[in-house]
């Protein structure tokens, strides 16, 4: 790549400007330079994972020790871990969680973000501020409170208490759904408002399938973030290991396992797998939605 | 758009009567596309925050009824050396992880934004970690960190640096876990490089024009025009830090080698008191403790520095947001 490109780009202007010589000369370097820093960076990001990777295929002696490549590929390690750990069990929980909270946060965001976007009415930059101001608060400032009233309706030791809330509200969703909507031109709407439909026909009609895909780039996030939660889980069932979801199970892996760390990397590895997958598929989506939170905020 | 309509109204007079049925019929639409949504807020943050700051006046354990005890909560804090802690910590990781997240994500932005080949690939791979679990990216970096084994100790090791304990070691166990942090801010790396793309070429070509290099380019036209987005990730980021909770909680527990997730009690903070934040202090003494009302005082002390915090961010907001509505469609 680098000889192909540029070469072809020096001879076109050096003839005619031959003074230009040492500027190009300049390019050059600079794109050696910013070149090698990408591919530093990129190592960088994914050395790590490579690490793990490796680590989690080696025999178990191998992997207390310096070695970077395994001596022989023990793939079978994969398997092992769900016999060391009920990790079928802690998938189940996590997909409950992750699948349900999803389901609840579309079905209670959609017409907030929508009523939010595209509705006229007095009061409702307030409330936008308050589904901002509830997007930054941490879980832990009202976590006394809560867990004081799920505890004496006798649902804290289940995942009910982190699902619950998604079929109501969800602040960032909310948020991130109303950014999208926001980029719908208001005359698509005010068309279907002149052809007779109701708001509600508007929102099924023109706003979700128009919004898909920022639909499904926040759908993504709520998964993701359900997925990876580790406060909510710990706070409500650690108690009850028979609910733990894998990302608190993944906690208590080391230590159970302490001695063998190419199982531990392989759960580590296997949490991981659905991250990566939903980004394969819906790298535009993720993309998207992550610049939504920022530029447009 | 409401004054349009009531000017509407004064000037045909018949139809008056259908219109303010539309227009109740209207604001009960409103209502009903965000009744969940205020229901939720009302149980989840309305009713729970002020809960809190009632709390915060009691002593509570669970099981007794809370007792009225005054501002006795806060002054606990004064004298409670791991509260001192606590609040070093996070104000350790407020200061260095604002700081570093946000000059780690330009700089690697302002790379990726300047390379003609391969970007799609470097951006995917700076992206990916952001999303993993961060009890998992934690743990890699044990692994990774880990003294004497570790591929990192090896790395230090050619340069003839000799790696400290990180995670075990009281000195070094926070520098570890910010690392883990800048490991997966590839999500703030994608919304400045987004920003960075953003910037109009002409600027570029006229200060090109001018003489300027790439350096002085990116000093003096990328930097001055994607400040608002850098002013964004400093509020994410102190907020962010603000609630450092999984990474110090993981880190102190897998770094003393007995991590269970019940008994990660008596490793919390883990070294000496090196990761316990002001969140893990808070969750200890209100979970596992069960002193709910020093826990709640906790609470209501990081809500209202948050709030200071996120003043800052919603002003930014509502100052975009203005613009925004200046359009016709608004």
Redo the contacts between chains.
């Keep these: 790549m680098t000889t192909a490109t540029l070469p072809v780009t020096s001879p076109a202007s050096s003839p005619s400007r031959e003074p230009r010589r040492p500027r190009d000369w300049r390019r050059v370097l600079d794109w050696v330079a910013v070149h090698s820093l990408g591919i530093a960076l990129g190592l960088m990001f994914a050395l790590p994972i490579v690490f793990v990777f490796l680590t989690a295929v080696m025999s178990d002696s191998q992997a207390f020790t310096k070695d970077l490549w395994p001596r022989e590929w023990h793939w079978g390690n994969f398997l092992e871990v769900f016999d060391k750990a009920p990790l079928l069990k802690y998938l189940g929980n996590s997909l409950l969680y992750s699948l349900l909270a999803t389901i609840g946060m579309l079905l209670s965001s959609i017409p907030a973000a929508y009523a939010l976007a595209k509705m006229k009415w007095r009061g409702r930059n307030a409330v936008f501020l308050l589904v901002v101001g509830a997007m930054m608060l941490p879980p832990q400032v009202v976590a006394v409170p809560l867990y004081d009233t799920w505890s004496s309706l006798g649902l804290t030791g289940t995942l009910w208490p982190l699902i619950a809330p998604y079929f109501l509200f969800d602040a960032f969703s909310i948020f991130l759904l109303r950014q999208f909507i926001l980029t719908i031109p208001q005359s698509y709407v005010d068309a279907a408002r002149v052809d007779g439909c109701s708001e509600f026909q508007a929102l099924v009609r023109i706003i979700v399938p128009m919004a898909r895909p920022g639909i499904a780039a926040t759908a993504l996030f709520c998964f993701l973030y359900t997925w990876n939660d580790y406060f909510g889980p710990l706070l409500y069932t650690s108690e009850k290991p028979d609910q733990w979801t894998l990302s608190l199970a993944l906690s208590s892996f080391k230590g159970m396992h302490h001695v063998q760390w190419n199982l531990a990397m392989a759960v580590t590895l296997l949490i991981m797998v659905p991250a990566v997958v939903l980004f394969v598929f819906a790298q535009r989506s993720f993309v998207k939605g992550i610049t939504f939170t920022g530029v447009k905020g | ?2 004054a349009t309509l009531e000017r509407v109204d004064v000037v045909r007079t018949a139809p008056a009567k259908g219109r303010s049925r539309s227009r109740a019929r ?2 009960l ?2 209502l ?3 009744a ?2 205020i ?3 009302t ?3 309305g ?3 002020i ?2 700051i009632g ?1 915060s006046f009691t002593k ?1 354990d ?1 099981i007794n009824p809370p007792e009225w005890i005054g501002l006795e909560n806060y002054a606990y804090m004064f004298s409670d050396k791991l509260f001192r802690t606590a609040v070093y910590n996070t104000l350790w990781f407020v200061v260095v992880l604002t700081v570093a997240r946000v000059v780690f994500a330009l700089g ?1 932005a302002s ?2 934004a ?5 970007v799609g ?9 952001s ?6 990216a934690t ?6 960190m880990r003294p ?2 570790g ?1 990192l100790d ?1 790395f230090l090791g050619w340069f003839g640096i000799e790696s400290p304990l990180w995670f075990a070691d009281p000195a070094w166990a926070k520098p570890g876990i910010a690392a883990v942090m800048l ?1 997966v801010s ?3 790396m ?3 490089l ?2 960075i793309l ?1 910037v109009p070429q002409e600027q570029y070509e006229a200060a090109e024009l001018d003489g300027a290099g ?1 350096v002085r380019r990116w000093w003096h036209v990328t930097l001055p025009t994607i400040s608002p ?1 850098l002013m ?2 400093v509020v ?1 980021s102190i ?1 962010l830090a ?2 450092l ?2 990474q110090a ?2 880190a102190g ?2 770094a003393s ?8 009690t008596k490793n919390l903070g883990f070294p000496e008191n090196s990761t316990l934040t002001f ?1 893990v202090w ?2 200890t003494q ?2 596992r403790y069960f002193d ?1 009302g020093y ?2 005082a906790m ?1 209501t002390v ?2 209202v520095i ?1 709030f200071a ?2 003043a800052l ?2 002003q930014r ?2 100052k ?2 203005h613009q ?1 509505e200046g359009g016709p ?2």
């Excluded at chain 2, 951006?123 to 970690?129: A, D, F, K, Q, S």
């Excluded at chain 2, 999303?131 to 998992?136: G, I, N, R």
């Design positions: 758009m409401t209207h604001r639409t409103v009903a596309f965000l969940p949504a229901l939720g807020f149980l989840f943050f009713y729970p925050l809960a809190t709390f509570y669970l690697v790379v990726v300047r390379l003609k080949s391969g690939l470097v951006r995917t791979l700076c992206y990916l970690p999303l993993a679990p961060p009890v998992a743990l890699v970096f044990f692994l990774v004497n084994e591929p090896a490991w590839g999500d703030l994608i919304i400045i987004a920003a953003d790439p987005v964004f990730g994410n907020i603000l609630q909770f999984t909680v993981v527990s897998a080698g007995s991590a269970d997730v019940t008994g990660a969140p808070l969750y209100g979970f709910m826990a709640a609470a990081l809500f948050l915090a996120t961010l919603v907001m509502r975009s947001a925004e469609g608004a």
